[in-house]
């Protein structure tokens, strides 16, 4: 068959089946189907925001330059986000091997035997034979495929992304948490100081009949050991936050130098909502649309499977053997051959995983669909804990001013004065004092984190 003929063949082959397979080739479009997507898709086509708080850079939002060292140190060591960048290599070679398939293939393979027929000398055949076998693509089983790669190459960079922005929000986040509870720490043993002493006290008072009780005593004495209690917990949470921290930056464990007066700065966040424009360019809402576009492109190969493949292949080389008959030296040959394969029957497998394609194909709409909706829900929540938090920072503030007097007017009460109940006023004082310190402390960390939680909802790390 000549090639002229080969390709009428193609040809008319191709005609026949364009009518019912023309969206085998459609490239992958965001589907427009639900109120959601179609806002996704307007505001994916607005021009980026550089000055948006995901956009920013990590360097500008987190300018604490310890914090800034390790968190460096752990994009360079951490092991999550080395994996993650293999991915990406993965599908880059995926892609690279899928493109290379529109190529025709060559092999190569030489052979010699040698025969002896009654007695006589060893007849010598050799053969080199070069083969080289190119499927055209008429029904786009090599371009969907392709198109999957690629969209999958999207989706491990999306995916890598996602990653550098936890591992960055991780490491600020544990940071400030070791900060804010050292600063417990430091509170509750300098409190725990002031506590023994009002134990003494009592007990001067007690000798010296001024009208303090045993209960007394031993009250305060029990509310003593108990702050000394909750600073061994403290400590336990400190070693383990320092744990944390190692293993984000993949190193062994250590006791890491930050201040306890360490506080993120950052703009305050003045704004009721965050557009639709921001949300869509978090990395996992990216990784979630590029897995449905691989899934549209598994589904498209599915439905290619069910028409023909044509294959050309081209034989040739140089042998002595030819035919039955041994010729030395030997000649050059070339044989020319087009297949044409259509699936008749395939004991239902085309069909199963065309259905099976499609069903994973709903799955990963639903997906991409839930990625939007948890990505507005996590910057609602990420605006309201910050608001909430400068709130009742406020509140705190006045609290912790009022109980600090109390405290000094009830000791003044009980050394001065003559009730015998005075006491239980100076541990309720000094009790209420320590929460709402301890509190404040819990508060302020809630507002740094939710401005951390809130830049990671955006999608910053870049």
Known sequence: MKINNIARVAICVALVASFSSCHIYKKYETPTSTALTKAYVEAREMPADSAAFGNLLWEDVFTDPVLAGLIRTALENNTNLRNAQLNVEVAQANLRGARLSYLPSVALAPNGAGASYAGSDLSWTYSIPAQLSWEIDIFGKI????????????????????????IICAVANTYYSIAAVSRQLELSRSTSKLWKETVNTMRDLKEGGRGVTEAAVVQSSANYYSILASITDLEANIDKLNNTMSLLLNQLPRTWDISSEAVLNVPEVLRAGVPM????ARPDVQAAEQSLAAAYYATNSARAAFYPGLTISVNGGFTNLLGSFIKNPGDWFYQLAGSLVAPLFSRGQNIARLQGAK??????????EYALLNASAEVNDALTVYDRSLQKSTYLVDQVANLEKSVEYTKDL???????????????????????????INTDLSRSMAIISLYQALGGGR
């Open 414 to 440: 009980m050394l001065y004065s003559t009730g015998s109940t005075s006491y239980l006023e100076v541990l309720t004082a000094q009790q209420g004092l320590l929460q709402a310190q301890i509190s404040q």
């Open 143 to 166: 371009l969907n495929s392709k198109r999957g790669a690629q969209a999958a190459l999207y989706q491990s960079e999306a995916y890598a992304q996602a990653v550098r922005s936890q």
């Open 277 to 280: 424009s921001e949300l869509a």
């Open 359 to 368: 069903k994973q194909q709903e799955q990963a709409m639903n997906n991409f």
